[in-house]
């Protein structure tokens, strides 16, 4: 049973335009939540992050916004760059117990368009 | 950001050999974790520790073992490879601020078991 669901394998965005990644989860325990981007055959980069008691996250390009009624999370970059391109994984925490590992969708690949 | 390392980058081996996967972190992160990931899967947890001379299995059952005899060292060891291990493995650490860490990767071993 995946807790975090990216439903979409992959986005294709033009350059310049706005990319919205879309993640959604179903443990009402989770409070903090994660996005990061990853290359082929490297480690993931932490790129922003969320706790439940905010509904959004500003940090230059990227935007994070939460909806806990809905259990819904997105993560927006805008203005899309090459440089974008690569899979982003949403992850998940929760702080009241249990491993402390982060639960992670399965990604979405961004491809940015010239 | 925490500077984490992982040897090798990439690992070719026999099925039956013993192998010992690397993570090393300069930034005196309490918690450090090994996640496996598959091609277009999450990243799923097998094991994590919070300190020296400790060591929890995670999420995903795994037949590797792991060690934290210093803070900075986390290595996982097969003691017999099988081509069922064949995975990328991620090596994380955090620091423990609160209840809402952030996680910052190792660039990962991928490993081909022949």
């Known amino acids: 049973d995946q807790q975090v669901k990216q439903n979409s394998p992959s986005l294709s965005v033009q350059e310049g335009r706005i990319s919205i990644l879309n993640c959604d989860y179903t443990?009402?325990?989770?409070?903090?939540f994660l996005w990061y981007k990853k290359y082929p055959a490297e480690g993931p980069t932490f790129l922003i992050s969320i706790s439940s008691i905010k509904d959004k996250n500003e940090d230059g390009r990227f935007t994070v916004f939460l909806n806990k009624s809905a259990k819904h999370l997105s993560l927006h970059i805008v203005p899309s760059q090459p440089g974008d391109s690569a899979v982003y994984f949403c992850?998940?925490?929760?702080?009241?117990?249990?491993?402390?590992?982060?639960?992670f969708g399965k990604g979405t690949h961004l491809i940015i368009q010239p | 950001e925490a500077d984490i390392y992982q040897t090798p980058r990439y690992l070719v081996i026999g099925t039956g050999k013993k192998i010992t996967l690397e993570c090393s972190q300069t930034?005196?992160?309490?918690?450090m974790y090994w996640y496996q990931q598959d091609p277009g899967m999450e990243l799923h947890l097998i094991h994590y520790?919070?300190?020296?001379?400790?060591?929890e299995k995670g999420d995903l059952s795994s037949e590797s073992t792991v060690s934290r005899i210093r803070t900075e060292h986390f290595p996982l060891t097969l003691e017999s490879a099988r081509p069922s291990h064949t995975s990328q493995y991620l090596c994380?650490?955090?620091?423990?601020?609160?209840?809402?860490?952030?996680?910052?990767f190792g660039p990962g071993t991928r490993l081909l078991v022949l």
């Open positions: 930034m005196g992160h309490d918690k």
């Open positions: 994380a650490s955090s620091e423990s601020r609160g209840i809402q860490e952030t996680q910052y």
């Open positions: 520790s919070y300190g020296v001379n400790s060591t």
């Open positions: 992850a998940a925490s929760a702080s009241g117990g249990g491993a402390d590992g982060l639960t």
């Open positions: 443990n009402s325990m989770f409070d903090y």
